[in-house]
């Protein structure tokens, strides 16, 4: 393509250059660049790319965006206002605006989201459409799936996956939006039609600072709805409701299991089989049988319900959607352990989602509630005692463990983790994480339920700059064996 007619999605831009030049690709990362390509010069979490642009010249790039005051004379720049929503400008163009050919659908909240993404998924593939989707667990573009490495991609490889999806044919792209992505400019530009808010706690504050910018970040999915088509989904039990609901200029579905709204929860019957709802609509009652199992994924199935009514799909495709859904990889995923023990995986990082997870668990009356987790290092310290309060409040007996440490010492983060048990709480602090499910494992009895907590689907452990082969339910599979022997 040629510059100039890449520049063309680009507004209010300084050229010094030559802008007749061919482009061969785009790229922000130097490491990946090849001659002829543009190299855009963004700031990430670890480092700036600005950095990097003499690596990208000796590279071969023909041109570069930066946003700051700085030209250089080898190559063509580019000066832009940002250069973050530069690259999702220019990624749209290079991939001929992918996400103008599909309708999108995007998901926000602290939790929930990638249950939900997989429930609107399912409810649109037995409507008759296309999908793809885009979250933390896998990105899937027709029958090929591999696995995701961020909820949100950065926008160059966003639009490349959409790109994709357009040329399978899909109808519709379904996909997390995390706070990040929102704040970090991945999805600027991207018209989604349907926009659903889960809920709101909080969570990474060390990248917001505090709860507020953390909370407008999920904003901007909302504000930014236009179009006659576009609706806004939100959860009306959630504190937040109102402020998200003020900001949007689109008609707004809301859903509720406390109350009355759009869609709301009439009757809920939860056992460890699944859970039976009766849910009204717009279109009248809706009753299913999920197997989803606790009552926080009440919420996802009525978010889910809630953009079915959005965008005006027929209720038996709603039901059949949502009851062909098995689970979600580690998601409230159970493991029904011979010696007649359960054990739960799930995601739960924050205070509030441990919160929820651990009152689902007591709905089934285990005779006893054991917790494993950890919390992550470089991340949010302050949610660190929170999280053994809500921990030693709900469960029997805690065991506190490593969950990516990252560059932190994971006994200076156990230490913090430990403030917040309460006094006499029983608990243990085993920081190899193998040897705390292995404790675990071990005292866990008939009858009782032992939650594995913070990592969810995740396959890797993140120690230093290393990241160590880990997946949560392997390692309980393979202790399970040694168990029985």
Not at 86 to 108: E, Q, Y
Not at 134 to 142: F, S
Not at 339 to 356: E, S
Request: aromatic share 6%.
């Amino acid at each position: 393509m040629k510059l100039t007619d890449l520049m063309e999605s680009l507004p209010d831009t300084k050229i010094f250059g030559s802008a007749d030049r061919e482009i061969s690709g785009i790229t922000y990362d130097s490491r990946t660049l090849r001659p002829g390509d543009l190299f855009v010069a963004i700031q990430g979490l670890q480092s700036d790319g600005h950095r990097y642009i003499p690596q990208a010249i000796e590279g071969g790039a023909v041109a570069v965006v930066v946003d700051r005051d700085e030209i250089y004379g080898a190559v063509t720049t580019i000066q832009v206002e940002d250069s973050r929503k530069a690259l999702a400008l220019l990624s749209a163009r290079w991939f001929d605006h992918p996400a103008r050919k599909l309708r999108m659908v995007g998901i926000t909240g602290t939790d929930g989201k990638t249950t939900t993404a997989y429930l609107v998924d399912a409810i649109l593939e037995q409507a008759g459409f296309g999908t793809g989707l885009i979250g933390t667990v896998v990105t899937r573009i027709g029958e090929d799936e591999k696995p995701s490495f961020f909820t949100t991609p950065e926008s160059l490889e966003l639009h490349q996956a959409l790109a994709q999806m357009v040329y399978r044919r899909a109808d519709f792209a379904v996909m997390e939006v995390s706070s990040h992505a929102l704040a970090m400019d991945r999805v600027f530009g991207i018209p989604f039609e349907t926009a659903i808010f889960t809920n709101l706690s909080r969570d990474h504050l060390d990248f917001h600072g505090d709860f507020e910018h953390y909370r407008d970040a999920k904003a901007l999915l909302f504000e930014r709805l236009h179009g006659s088509r576009a609706r806004a989904v939100i959860n009306l039990d959630d504190p937040s409701a109102s402020f998200f609901m003020d900001l949007t200029a689109v008609p707004v579905i809301t859903y509720s299991a406390k109350g009355r709204a759009d869609v709301f929860l009439k009757d809920v019957r939860l056992t460890m089989e699944g859970t039976d709802l009766e849910v009204q609509t717009p279109s009248g009652p809706l009753r299913l049988h999920t197997r989803l199992l606790g009552r926080y994924n009440v919420f996802n199935t009525l978010a889910a319900i809630g953009a079915g009514v959005a965008l005006e799909l027929e209720p038996e495709a709603i039901r059949r959607g949502l009851e062909g859904v098995e689970g979600v990889n580690g998601r409230f995923e159970t493991i029904i352990v011979p010696q007649g023990f359960t054990v739960i995986i799930d995601y739960a990082h924050t205070p509030q989602a441990l919160q929820r997870l651990l009152s689902a668990v007591r709905e089934m009356s285990p005779r006893r509630l054991l917790l494993i987790f950890g919390c992550g290092g470089d991340r949010d310290r302050g949610k660190r005692p929170e999280m053994a309060d809500v921990a030693s409040q709900s469960a029997d007996m805690v065991i506190l463990t490593t969950d990516n440490p990252r560059s932190e010492d994971p006994l200076a983060i156990l230490r913090e983790v430990q403030r917040g048990i309460l006094p006499g709480a029983d608990h243990e602090v085993v920081p190899d994480r193998r040897e705390a499910i292995r404790r675990g494992l071990q005292l866990a009895g008939p009858g009782e339920v032992l939650v594995v907590a913070g990592r969810g689907h995740e396959r890797y452990q993140v120690v230093g700059s290393e990241r160590i082969p880990f997946q949560d339910r392997e390692v309980i599979e393979e202790e399970l064996e040694q168990l029985v022997r």
